[in-house]
């Protein structure tokens, strides 16, 4: 069973810049490919970041801004030029296998408790 634990959230301005962390036991981000999600109240969980061993994925809204990087128990989220609307719940994830998508949060059977990123204007 893997688990997992994020860290790193926090409060920032506009503009300004976090990094979320992922520690992971009980198993590898090598054989467990890694995500991050998001969550803001009131609305659906949203894909983030993925990494595996074709590259990463980002969707448009945070491309060019947030960057995934992978170790073989950790991976990392660069958040730069943060937004109001970037302030979620973060949450890393894994996947038992790569042939699930890696931009559907079903594909994922691995999941931290969060941490909180909340971006003021």
């Known amino acids: 069973q893997v688990q997992l634990v994020e860290s790193g959230g926090g409060s920032v301005q506009a503009g300004g810049s976090l990094s979320l962390s992922c520690a992971a036991s009980?198993?590898?981000?090598?054989?467990?490919?890694p995500g991050w999600f998001r969550q803001a109240p009131g609305k659906e969980r949203e894909f983030v970041a993925a990494?595996?061993?074709?590259g990463t994925y980002y969707p448009d809204s945070v491309k060019g801004r947030f960057t995934i990087s992978r170790e073989k128990n950790a991976v990392y989220l660069q958040m730069n030029s943060l937004k109001p609307e970037d302030t979620a719940l973060y949450y890393c994830?894994?996947?038992?296998?790569?042939?699930?998508?890696?931009?559907?949060?079903?594909?994922?059977?691995?999941w931290g408790q969060g941490t909180q990123v909340t971006v003021s204007a």
């Open positions: 009980g198993g590898t981000f090598i054989n467990y490919p």
């Open positions: 990494i595996s061993w074709s």
């Open positions: 994830a894994a996947r038992p296998d790569f042939s699930r998508p890696y931009d559907q949060h079903t594909s994922y059977s691995f």
